[in-house]
């Protein structure tokens, strides 16, 4: 499903990546994505809002959509950036990957 909102506009690059959160009552994820291009922020503004509002009627969970740059997501040797992160736990070691991930946003 991410693959299918992502694929719905041409200013959403082919690299996303997905980590769920599996500690709280009701289950979060947070979709970050590359922008095929610069984009104003304004722009940004109303594609995050637009993409996090697909994913939550698509999904039925609560999902934070962050977009970087061009090239900002980590990439494994491939050069394909790892899609799917999982957290079940407060000490589970991809939190630290994550905190990562969101300091370079």
Same mark, same amino acid.
């Given at each position: 499903?991410i693959?299918?909102?992502?694929?719905?506009?041409?200013?959403?690059?082919?690299?996303?990546?997905s980590s769920?959160?599996?500690?709280?009552a $009701?289950?979060?994820? $947070?979709?970050r994505?590359?922008?095929?291009?610069?984009l104003?922020?304004?722009?940004?503004?109303? =594609?995050?809002?637009? =993409?996090?509002?697909? =994913?939550?009627?698509? $999904?039925? $969970?609560?999902?934070?959509?962050?977009?970087g740059?061009p090239g900002? *997501? *980590?990439?494994?040797?491939t050069?394909?950036?790892?899609r799917?992160?999982?957290?079940?736990?407060?000490?589970?070691p991809? *939190?630290?990957?994550?905190?990562? =991930?969101?300091?370079?946003?």
């Amino acid at each position: 499903e991410i693959e299918a909102v992502r694929l719905e506009d041409h200013r959403v690059s082919g690299q996303y990546q997905s980590s769920g959160d599996r500690r709280p009552a $009701l289950p979060e994820m $947070l979709v970050r994505a590359e922008l095929a291009e610069p984009l104003a922020e304004d722009a940004r503004g109303e =594609l995050v809002h637009g =993409l996090a509002h697909a =994913l939550r009627e698509r $999904l039925r $969970l609560r999902v934070e959509v962050l977009l970087g740059d061009p090239g900002e *997501l *980590l990439r494994q040797e491939t050069g394909k950036a790892k899609r799917v992160w999982e957290v079940t736990s407060a000490d589970d070691p991809v *939190l630290a990957v994550l905190d990562g =991930l969101e300091a370079r946003a």
